[in-house]
């Protein structure tokens, strides 16, 4: 079998999520051929996602996510885009060839310009317990509600911050299963100092009022400024302890509660995922507003590599409506560059774009506040917490081999095989580089993992497939 | 923890899927990291080094805690959607 | 300037940090600079093999030494580096490639390597994991592999007890010749040292430039792919007669796949694109030698910077016309070799009598460059002996 061809495009956007369809929807719209990829196997990204095929709302209705999420694959399907659904990326080469392998096979797509609106993944601080099952993301829970229709389990203990705290809950209530308590870490004060910049969008707010009437109809207990000290069960989770912290995060020696359950979704903020800009060394800036180490670009998205654009969450932190804005900021900028957009098009489009992102900016500011890092979870993580979930690291191992002389991430993964698992370091990152932090002085000078392709594991009978011998074009032998 | 079907969503067929040899019902369209917390199946494989228990985390192709064999290659059970009779075998410790 | 350590050493690869640790261990007060972190790069990203098969004709003296060293790593280093000993097989899968393997395999026994042919009932015994598809394999007792990223914590914690003063994160811009030796510039400040090593793996052409010496170096990018954690497919170090595949499984499950495949990069950027149909190609010449490996998946796939001369045969010695400055390496296959190589030089440095030739550069310069060396210590052997180091295989 001949590796496959590779298919001319103009522009290439990976991730099919908010931002990354609304780029796709722009530069078609402006006349590029485009072709979008996600892994999932309908667009609408994580926040949009897709009930999977056989899945259905018996009663026909749809939440404003469902709606929009519909509208986002209505529009996709209506274009010129080239959807590719189900297909993992697995490498980045050139300027740009993008190789995907699915169940169906490998194809190859060449670009001179490429979106990367890859999304955002939890940040989850670590604590005893947090490897047992039982214990999922928070952002995990909302996609098991809203695309799988299931609640995660009978009885479930949501913590962590941010507004998607009261969405977990309020929707396993709905959905009827058992809320235990909410552990939030923000107080109250925090929430009233973010209400005028949540009103800022009327229809959220109300969105969100209603979430917390429904939990206090339910009557579920409400922990603010408290933090999960341990989980705690057999072979999965049976029982959850919470005890109050000050604004940093740190426990302040209050009382703890236990509540027995069988679930409990936690989350702590998002992470932007940055992969490809990290992978074709693009330049970084750390910000912790922004949740972490995000691409340094311009208004539009133009990365420092050239032809290199990035959007949405994956981008920086900031929601589902500022992503869709800076996916068609993206759009309409590789259009421009392209040369399919002259310039008085180009200002008066993006014009009316930049005009809708300002609009945007109390409200993510104020849920991004919510959910800021609490700097001293992760000082006050226990020698032995494991810390990388992959390979068991636990604490005490990390300090190890900062004691040994591990100055930033990438030594500290070879000295302790930290962040060398599957998950390719994603879950443990903002963790480990937050603890070199704390010996190297600043997380600049921690520094982040070095990108490597693929950008998710992928089985080799899927990126080798069938193969004769003869097909493989081994190089000349090296000198004797 | 033992994941509850809402009510109101209407589900596809009924399939059978196998699991390290026993049968385990779902729905067509759910992921097979929904269809077995449905089952109460909550430990999916042991952590290799320690090997502690591990059940799906993220539910979006992150953890890769999830990962198991699916008709014989390794593949996350949050991406892929159950088939009538898939089959599934957990993960020890490796 | 009087100069404040005996010993300077630009470059913290495992040619520079062997030579550091000898040095210092002989009472050498020692100053290694490295810009980056010890061992973080060819020396840390390759793939850890200890073959013989793989190492060119007229290094298998110098491997099988560096093998026994590596063997013995917690004793001289002090440290573990993960080694495994284990059998090595390289396989032929074509008639042509049978030919190939023979005649390399024999020049390589002739050499000390001890490689016998045996036929693919004899591999599979060998090896299990093996493909039924080999028609013939190298068979070699004395192979294995380390794991390549603990190179670096294992050096450092052996240089600062041997006192050697670490210099990580420090970049060198210059050499200056002082009366008594040379200045190291950093950006902080020069240090004066009385004797210099340059060790800079792939940069030592920027670095030779600093004495105005041309020695051309090629870059080679090599690719490497690891796979997640897997059930026990393999268990010794496979390559193939054309020397573009190296496979083994580390005992926590991983597999690791190399050979030499390139992809892009150079001196100045590093190792900064891989070459899709190079991985893929690497990848199933794997999964064609150990069939079970296709249920793994991978995990990791990245490059690591490997130097060769025009000759592809090391640069170990001192450097031509400049009194008291060396050089070590371009080793090839020079993880393997590099420990062994490099204490020679560090013999060398102690005016002590290397057991072993070393690899002077004089053949590898420009005519007037070498013209212009004068030869200073002319009567050490490895210079006398340089025209009987079998360079032209």
Avoid at chain 3, 33 to 60: H, K, P, Y
């Amino acid at each position: 079998m001949a590796l496959p061809l590779v298919l001319p495009f103009d522009l290439v956007v990976i991730g099919a999520g908010p931002a990354g369809g609304a780029a796709a929807l722009a530069a078609s719209e402006a006349g590029l051929r485009v072709v979008l990829i996600d892994e999932s196997a309908a667009p609408g990204g994580q926040v949009y996602r897709a009930m999977p095929a056989g899945l259905s709302h018996s009663d026909g209705a749809l939440g404003p996510d469902e709606r929009a999420g519909q509208a986002l694959r209505e529009a996709i399907a209506a274009s010129s885009v080239t959807w590719k659904g189900g297909a993992r990326v697995w490498s980045i080469s050139g300027r740009y060839r993008i190789d995907t392998a699915s169940t169906a096979g490998c194809e190859s797509f060449e670009a001179p310009r490429l979106v990367a609106a890859t999304g955002a993944h939890e940040r989850i601080v670590p604590f005893p317990g947090w490897t047992l099952p039982g214990v999922i993301g928070l952002a995990g829970a909302t996609i098991l509600m809203k695309s799988q229709g299931m609640v995660p389990g009978r009885r479930t203990l949501v913590a962590g911050c941010g507004p998607l705290l009261a969405a977990v809950a309020a929707k396993i209530i709905a959905g009827g299963g058992e809320v235990a308590a909410i552990v939030d870490l923000s107080s109250r004060a925090d929430w009233l100092k973010a209400l005028p910049g949540l009103a800022s969008r009327p229809a959220l707010l109300k969105q969100g009022i209603n979430w917390f009437l429904a939990i206090g109809m339910a009557r579920v207990p409400v922990l603010f400024r408290h933090t999960i000290v341990r989980a705690e069960g057999e072979n999965a989770v049976a029982s959850v302890t919470a005890s109050p912290v000050d604004g940093n995060g740190r426990l302040s020696g209050g009382p703890e509660r236990t509540f027995e359950v069988d679930s409990l979704a936690v989350g702590h903020g998002l992470v932007p995922g940055a992969e490809i800009p990290r992978l074709l060394r693009s330049k970084l800036a750390f910000s912790a507003a922004s949740g972490g180490w995000i691409p340094v670009r311009d208004t539009f998205g133009r990365c420092s590599v050239e032809g290199l654009y990035a959007a949405g969450d994956g981008a920086e932190i900031a929601g589902a409506l500022p992503a869709a804005i800076t996916g068609r900021l993206a759009g309409l900028a590789a259009a421009r560059d392209s040369g399919a957009l002259d310039s008085a098009r180009f200002e008066i489009l993006s014009e009316v774009t930049l005009a809708a992102f300002r609009k945007t900016l109390a409200f993510s500011g104020a849920a991004r506040d919510l959910m800021r890092p609490r700097p001293a979870m992760i000082e006050d993580i226990a020698p032995d917490t494991v810390v990388c979930r992959c390979e068991d690291i636990r604490r005490s191992e990390i300090e190890a081999a900062i004691a040994a002389g591990a100055s930033e991430v990438n030594q500290l993964k070879h000295f302790s095989r930290c962040g060398m698992g599957p998950c390719q370091g994603r879950m443990c990152g903002d963790t480990v580089a937050g603890l070199v932090a704390l010996h190297a002085g600043s997380r600049e000078a921690a520094g982040y993992w070095t990108g490597r392709p693929p950008l998710r594991p992928v089985p080799l009978s899927m990126l080798l497939g069938e193969f004769d011998y003869s097909d493989i074009p081994v190089p000349e032998p090296a000198p004797l | 923890m033992t994941a509850q079907r809402m009510a109101g969503i209407g589900r596809g067929a009924p399939v059978s899927i196998v699991v390290d040899g026993s049968p385990v019902e779902a729905f067509g369209g759910e992921s097979l990291a929904a269809a077995l917390l449905a089952a109460n199946i909550v430990q999916l494989r042991k952590s290799p080094r320690e090997g502690g228990v591990r059940g799906a985390f993220c539910f979006m192709g992150v953890c890769q805690e999830c990962a198991i064999i699916v008709d014989g290659t390794v593949q996350q059970a949050c991406l892929v959607p159950v088939h009538d009779g898939m089959t599934v075998t957990l993960r020890g410790s490796v | 300037m009087k100069p404040a350590y005996d010993l300077g050493i630009v470059g913290g690869g495992v040619h520079g940090a062997t030579v550091a640790l000898f040095c210092a261990r002989a009472g050498l007060k020692t100053v290694l600079f490295e810009r980056g972190s010890l061992c973080r790069e060819a020396s840390g990203v390759n793939a850890g093999t200890l073959t013989m098969q793989m190492t060119r004709v007229a290094l298998i003296p110098y491997a099988l030494q560096a093998h026994a060293m590596w063997a013995s790593a917690r004793e001289w280093l002090g440290h573990d580096v993960g080694v495994v000993v284990c059998d090595g097989l390289s396989l032929a899968f074509t008639e042509r490639e049978a030919e190939l393997l023979t005649f390399r395999a024999g020049k390589r026994r002739e050499a000390g390597a001890p490689i016998s042919i045996i036929s693919p009932s004899e591999a599979m015994a060998v090896e299990p994991g093996l493909s039924e598809k080999v028609l013939c394999a190298g068979h070699c007792k004395v192979d294995g592999y380390a794991n390549a990223y603990l190179t670096g914590l294992a050096f450092r914690r052996a240089l600062l007890e041997a006192g050697v003063d670490l210099r990580e994160q420090t970049p060198v811009s210059g050499i200056s010749r002082e009366e008594q030796g040379f200045g190291v510039a950093t950006a902080q400040e020069t240090v004066p040292v009385k004797r210099l090593v340059l060790a800079g793996g792939v940069w030592l052409e920027d670095m030779m430039a600093w004495f105005g010496l041309h020695l051309p170096i090629k870059v080679l990018i090599n690719q490497l792919a690891v796979t997640e954690r897997i059930r026990p497919v393999m268990r010794t170090v496979v390559g193939i007669a054309s020397g573009l595949l190296s496979l083994k499984q580390y005992p926590h499950g991983t597999v690791v796949i190399g050979g030499g495949w390139q992809g892009v990069g150079d001196r100045k950027r590093g190792g900064v694109e891989l070459l899709p149909e190079n991985l893929v190609g690497n990848m199933r010449l794997a999964c064609h030698a150990i069939p079970a490996l296709k249920e793994a998946r991978l995990a990791r796939a990245w490059a690591g910077l490997e130097a060769e001369t025009r000759d592809a045969l090391p640069a170990a010695g001192p450097i031509p016309g400049i009194p008291d400055a060396y050089i070590c390496g371009s080793v090839h296959s020079g993880y393997t070799s590099g420990p062994y190589i490099a204490k020679l030089l560090a013999d060398r440095i102690l005016e002590r009598e290397p057991i072993d030739p070393l690899f002077p550069i004089d053949r590898l310069l420009a005519p007037q460059d070498a013209a212009q060396a004068t030869r200073p210590l002319s009567t050490h052997p490895e210079l006398a002996g340089a025209d009987e180091t079998p360079h032209s295989l």
